[in-house]
């Protein structure tokens, strides 16, 4: 299944919070074809010579195979990273960080091959069937219900007219959660998802006249992603976003996708909790990274420089 996250727009929507330059790298011969996407970044000085790390965006894509010939997948990927190695040493890349993308074809060859290690869970509804039927557990049935007797409505904005009262929504999660600046947006950051990407829309629940939470969503080809989502807390026991999520899916079902994406979740908090009464259990989408030292020299050399590590846990280690 194709994502959103294999689309070049999508690498470009989100150029504005990434660090470096977007790249693409192609190897390509009579066996298939792999493509390459990732932000190129400036990781230090050393003897007067610049290097480099590279980082996949926002979502999940490293290396993907966009086509193969029938069982010369492992063959084409071989020669994918031969080439590319060459291409590292010669960019003076020092340090690769990958998240790969779980959909794909060839996901579990590209994982195996790349010494890939789990990461996280991506929470999806399959959208082939009656998914209220066979997903939802009686919880989010339950959840579906209360917020309609409560008088809450959905409804889409495909042009973006409510993005500011998004933004407003968005701040109660970032004061929740206490996210990070890679997950906090201006109005110009979801401006430019809705002018990059053809199928972005907002998700709004409204009680009466007033929206009480908003979400960003986006389709893929085949795959139907719930991205950011706000909700005004005076109004979270209405059950808003157990409709929203619900309509949702259903919009993606009749646009003819196979996937509901809710995204992640930190085992036993209350975001995974939540996603899980919407799915069934083969909607836990294991994804894997990939943490690479191209070049341990001069690797060492930057983390030995780095006067105060915070993250000893980051990769690479020198953003610590």
Known sequence: MRSIYSEEEWAEANQQKEEGTLETYTYEDDDGKVIYRFFKRQAGLVNNEMYFDIVSYRGAQGPYIQYAKAEKQEVLFTRFMNEFEKYCEQEKIIAEFAKLDPWDEYSETVQKMYGASYYGNFYCTSLEGDFYKLEYNRRARRSISKARENGVTVRFDFNGENIKQFLQLYMNTEEKYHISSYYQFTEA??????????????????????????????????????????????????????????????????????????????????????????????????????????????????VKRKDNIKNYKFFPLYRG
């Open 189 to 302: 950051d979801i401006q430019r998802y809705f002018r990059k990407l053809e199928n972005c829309f907002l998700v709004n629940a409204y009680l009466e006249e007033e929206i009480i939470a908003s979400a960003v969503a986006v389709m893929g080809k085949d795959i139907e992603h719930y991205l950011f989502l706000g909700v005004n807390p005076l109004y979270s026991n209405l059950q808003a976003n157990s409709l929203m999520t619900y309509e949702t899916a259903l919009y993606g079902q009749q646009k003819g996708r196979k996937l509901f994406d809710m995204g992640g979740g930190i085992p036993g908090g209350g975001v995974e909790q939540f996603k899980r009464n919407f799915i069934s259990e083969k909607g836990v989408w294991n994804y894997y990274a990939v943490k690479k030292i191209r070049n341990d020299e001069i690797y060492e050399t930057l």
